[in-house]
C-alpha cells in the first residue's frame, strides 16, 4: 500500500490532483491529509514490509502544537529512513530542487512529484514499482541518453592552437561526467549531490566576487541527475548576483540538443542576450570564445526581465511570497531590522525567485523614509480636558507571521518612532491553535488591553487559504466581533488580497482602513513601498484621530442596555426607549471619517435630538397649568415636570441665570430654550458649557446674519460635549426614575 501524507489540498489541486482523481486510485493509494487522518492510523500497518510512504517534508506543521513532541518520533523515523530498510520512502517538498535516490529514499521536488504521481502509481498496480517512474516519469530514459552523450565527450582532448587570450576566462567543469577545460584558464570543478539555491549562490560568491573575468564557461549537466539542468539555473544566479562578473559573456556548454530543454522552468535563460548553448566538443569551446558580448549594468534588468520563474513550492501560496517580499521591501525602506528580518533577507539574497525579483526590481530604487514621515497625526491632541476619559492610544498587532519580521517593522514605527507604549502583539502563538481558538484568543485580548485599534491580517489560519467564502476567513470572523463588542474600536486589515469583492465584503463588515502587503507584481512601480508605507502612516492617524468612538460606542451601549432594561420594568416609557435608541445609531453613523476634515454638524445635531427627547420625557409642555389675573383678565401659562407638581423656573437667556420666579408665559408655547436650561438644571448638567451648546445649536439651526455676521464651526469638542451631556442627562433620567419606583414601591408596601 502507498500512504501519501500532505497537508495541503489546495496544492494538490493546483496540480491537478481532485478528490475524483484520488479516488481512481483508492486501491493502492491512501491519503492522510491532517492531524485527524494520522490519529487513525495504525503505525505497525504502515511501516509493514513492502509499503510505500509518500511524505510532504512539512506535514509537521498541521500537527497542533501540544502534539508534536510526541509526533516528532515518527516524522524523525520518515525523515531518517535508514530504520526501515523493509519500505521505501519518497520526502518531497517545494525547497528540494533536485532529485535524487538513495538505497531505500528519494528526494523529489513537489512539481515533479506530482507531475509524474499517475505515471507511478499505474506502474505499481502493473507490479513495476521502480522510483524512476515518480522522479522522470516515462522519459526517465533520458537520463540515461545523457549521461552516454557526455560520456562521449570526456575523452576528447584539443590539440589545436587558439589565437585568443584564455588567461582572464573562467571555466567550471562538472565533477562527474565533465570535461576540463580544453586550453590554460581558471578552472574549477563543481560537485553538488543535492543542488540547491544555497550551495548555488555559494559557489557564485566564492568564484565571481574578487576575481574578474572575461567570459564565464559553466556546464549544461552537473549534479546527481543530469536532466535537471542545473548550469540554466546557475547562469540566472550569475546574473542575479551583484558581482563584478554578473554582466560577462556566458557560455554554457553542452552535448545536448535545444529540444531537450525547452521544458526545463529555467530555459528562458537562454533568450536572453550574453547567454549562448555551445556544444562542448573543445573545438566548438575555443571557437565559441568571443562570438558574444558583455552586457551592461542598464541591459541586465531589462534581459532578467524576460525570464518567469516559477513560484517556489515550498511556499504555501502568494499569500506567503508576499509577506516575505514586503517584510524585505518595508525593512529596507523603514530601515528595520532584527533576527528575523536578517534571515528573510538572506533568503531573498540566496533564493533564485527572490534574487530574480530584487534583480528587475532593485533594492536601490527603494526610498529611504526618513523619521519624521514616519509619525502618526494625532488630531485629539486638542481635546479638552474632560471629554474624553481614555486618551491613552492601545494597539494590538495579530498576525501569525509577525515574528518574521513583521513585529519589529510595527515596533519601529509605532514605539520607537511615535513612541507609543500601548503596542502589544499576538504572533506565533496563533499557529498552534484551532480557527475558533485564534478567534476567542484575539478578541480577549482586546478585551485585556482594552484596545482601541486592532491591527488584523487577512489570513490567520491555514484553512484560510483555502476558502472560496469570505465569511469562512479568520480574521473577518474577528472583525465582526470586534465591532459587535464595540463599533467604535478602529480595525484595519493587513493583507497580500487586493481582489476588490474581498475589500468591499471587508468594508461592509466594518474595516476601518487596508494596508495592502506588497506582492512582487505591486514592485513594478519603484514607489510603490513608499506608497504603502505612506499609506499605512495615514491611516494609523486617521485610525488614533478616530479612537475617541470607542468611548462613545461604549457609553451608547451601556445606556440602551440599561434603558431596555427598565423599559421591560415600566421604568421608562419603551417609546423613548427606542427613540433614543434610533437616535444614537443615527449619531454614531454620522460620525466623520476624518476628524481634520470638522465636518460634525449632522452628529451635532443628531446628538442634541436625544437632549431634546429627554427634554419631551421630562416636561409636560403640551397641557400647561392655566392661571388668570384677576386684576388684569390676562391669562398665564405654567408648566410642570411630568409626575410631579414641580414647576418650570424663570431664566434669564441673556445673563444665563435662573431669576428665582416660577416660569411664567403669556402664550401656551414653551420657549425651547426655558425648557433646556429647565432640564439641565434637573438633572444637574446646568453650567456655562451647555449654555454654549445651546447657543451653538441656536446659531446653526436659525442662523441670523444680522446679528452673527458668522457662524462659529461645529467641532470635535462639540460633538464629545453634546454626546457626553446626552449620557449624562439619560443617566440622572433614569437614576430618578428608579428613584421614584423605588419609593412608590415602598409606600405600596406600608
Not at 211 to 235: H, M, Q, T, V, W
Request: proline residues 3%.
Amino acid at each position: 500500500m502507498i500512504y501519501l501524507f500532505d497537508d495541503k489540498e489546495s496544492r494538490q489541486q493546483l496540480y491537478g490532483w481532485t478528490d475524483e482523481r484520488f479516488g481512481l486510485w483508492s486501491d493502492s493509494l491512501i491519503r492522510i491529509k491532517d492531524f485527524a487522518d494520522f490519529l487513525l492510523l495504525d503505525k505497525s500497518v504502515i511501516f509493514r514490509e513492502g509499503n510505500i510512504i509518500l511524505y510532504h517534508e512539512s506535514f509537521a506543521t498541521c500537527i497542533p502544537y501540544k502534539n508534536r513532541r510526541t509526533y516528532q518520533a515518527f516524522h524523525k523515523t520518515i525523515s531518517d529512513g535508514s530504520s526501515l530498510q523493509d519500505i521505501r520512502i519518497v520526502i518531497f517538498s517545494g525547497s528540494i530542487t533536485s532529485r535524487a535516490i538513495s538505497d531505500n529514499t528519494a528526494h523529489v521536488p513537489v512539481t515533479d512529484m506530482y507531475a509524474n504521481l499517475e505515471c507511478f502509481l499505474d506502474h505499481h498496480q502493473k507490479g513495476e514499482t521502480d522510483f524512476k517512474y515518480l522522479l522522470w516519469g516515462e522519459e526517465y530514459e533520458v537520463e540515461q541518453t545523457l549521461i552516454k552523450l557526455v560520456e562521449g565527450y570526456s575523452n576528447d582532448i584539443y590539440e589545436g592552437d587558439t589565437e585568443s587570450d584564455w588567461s582572464k576566462i573562467f571555466f567550471a567543469s562538472a565533477q562527474k561526467y565533465g570535461i576540463d577545460a580544453p586550453v590554460d584558464c581558471t578552472q574549477e570543478k563543481l560537485w553538488l549531490s543535492k543542488v540547491s539555491d544555497k550551495d548555488l549562490d555559494d559557489y557564485v560568491e566564492k568564484w565571481f566576487a574578487e576575481s574578474e573575468y572575461n567570459a564565464l564557461y559553466i556546464p549544461l549537466c552537473f549534479g546527481k541527475i543530469l536532466s535537471d539542468y542545473n548550469g540554466l539555473r546557475l547562469a540566472i544566479h550569475i546574473r542575479c548576483t551583484p558581482s563584478i562578473n554578473r554582466n560577462k559573456p556566458i557560455y554554457i556548454y553542452s552535448p545536448v540538443p535545444t529540444s531537450y530543454l525547452v521544458r526545463s522552468q529555467y530555459f528562458d535563460i537562454l533568450k536572453t542576450r550574453g547567454v549562448k548553448l555551445i556544444n562542448m566538443h573543445p573545438k566548438k569551446i575555443i571557437e565559441s570564445l568571443g562570438s558574444i558580448n558583455p552586457l551592461t549594468e542598464n541591459d541586465i534588468k531589462h534581459e532578467m526581465g524576460k525570464i518567469q520563474l516559477p513560484v517556489p513550492q515550498n511556499y504555501e501560496d502568494s499569500h506567503s511570497i508576499a509577506n516575505e517580499w514586503a517584510i524585505y521591501r518595508w525593512a529596507t525602506a523603514t530601515d528595520s531590522e532584527d533576527s528575523a528580518i536578517e534571515k528573510i533577507t538572506n533568503t531573498i539574497k540566496s533564493n533564485l525567485y527572490f534574487k530574480h525579483l530584487t534583480t528587475i526590481y532593485p533594492p536601490s530604487e527603494i526610498k529611504f523614509i526618513k523619521e519624521d514621515r514616519l509619525k502618526f497625526r494625532d488630531q485629539l491632541s486638542g481635546i479638552s480636558d474632560g471629554l474624553l476619559e481614555q486618551k491613552d492610544i492601545n494597539i494590538l498587532y495579530v498576525d501569525d507571521e509577525a515574528d518574521k519580521g513583521w513585529y519589529e517593522i510595527m515596533a519601529n514605527i509605532i514605539y520607537d518612532v511615535n513612541n507609543i507604549n500601548g503596542f502589544d502583539y499576538l504572533g506565533e502563538s496563533l499557529k498552534a491553535l484551532s480557527q475558533q481558538e485564534i478567534i476567542d484568543k484575539v478578541v480577549n485580548r482586546v478585551k485585556e488591553d482594552s484596545a482601541n485599534i486592532v491591527l488584523l491580517d487577512f489570513r490567520l489560519h491555514k484553512k484560510d487559504h483555502d476558502s472560496h467564502n469570505i465569511e469562512d476567513i479568520t480574521s473577518v470572523q474577528i472583525l465582526k466581533k470586534i465591532k459587535a463588542l464595540n463599533a467604535g474600536i478602529q480595525v484595519i486589515i493587513f493583507s497580500a488580497t487586493n481582489k476588490v469583492w474581498n475589500l468591499l465584503a471587508l468594508q461592509k463588515y466594518g474595516a476601518d482602513g487596508f494596508i495592502i502587503k506588497e506582492g512582487p507584481e505591486n514592485s513594478k512601480s519603484p514607489s510603490f513601498t513608499t506608497q504603502t508605507i505612506d499609506n499605512f502612516i495615514n491611516t494609523m492617524s486617521v485610525c488614533i484621530s478616530n479612537r475617541y468612538k470607542k468611548e462613545i460606542y461604549q457609553s451608547v451601549s451601556e445606556l440602551n442596555c440599561k434603558l431596555k432594561e427598565d423599559a421591560k420594568k415600566h421604568i421608562v416609557d419603551k417609546g423613548f426607549q427606542k427613540a433614543v435608541e434610533l437616535f444614537y445609531a443615527i449619531a454614531c453613523l454620522s460620525l466623520p471619517k476624518y476628524v481634520e476634515d470638522q465636518n460634525f454638524d449632522h452628529s451635532f445635531m443628531n446628538f442634541f435630538r436625544i437632549i431634546e427627547a429627554v427634554a419631551n420625557e421630562q416636561i409636560d409642555a403640551e397641557n400647561p397649568e392655566v392661571k388668570e389675573n384677576e386684576k388684569t383678565g390676562t391669562i398665564h401659562y405654567y408648566n410642570k415636570f411630568r409626575g410631579t407638581d414641580d414647576y418650570l423656573m424663570d431664566y434669564d437667556e441673556e445673563e444665563f441665570s435662573q431669576t428665582g420666579k416660577k416660569l411664567s408665559l403669556p402664550k401656551r408655547s414653551l420657549p425651547f430654550v426655558q425648557k433646556l436650561y429647565n432640564l439641565f438644571a434637573r438633572l444637574g448638567v446646568y453650567s456655562p458649557a451647555t449654555y454654549e451648546m445651546v447657543q451653538k445649536r441656536n446659531n446653526l439651526t436659525h442662523p441670523n446674519l444680522k446679528v452673527n455676521s458668522t457662524i462659529g464651526p461645529i467641532t470635535l469638542n462639540d460633538v464629545l460635549l453634546t454626546a457626553n451631556i446626552s449620557f449624562q442627562c439619560i443617566r440622572n433620567m433614569v437614576r430618578d426614575h428608579a428613584g421614584i419606583a423605588t419609593e412608590q414601591r415602598s409606600q405600596n408596601d406600608m
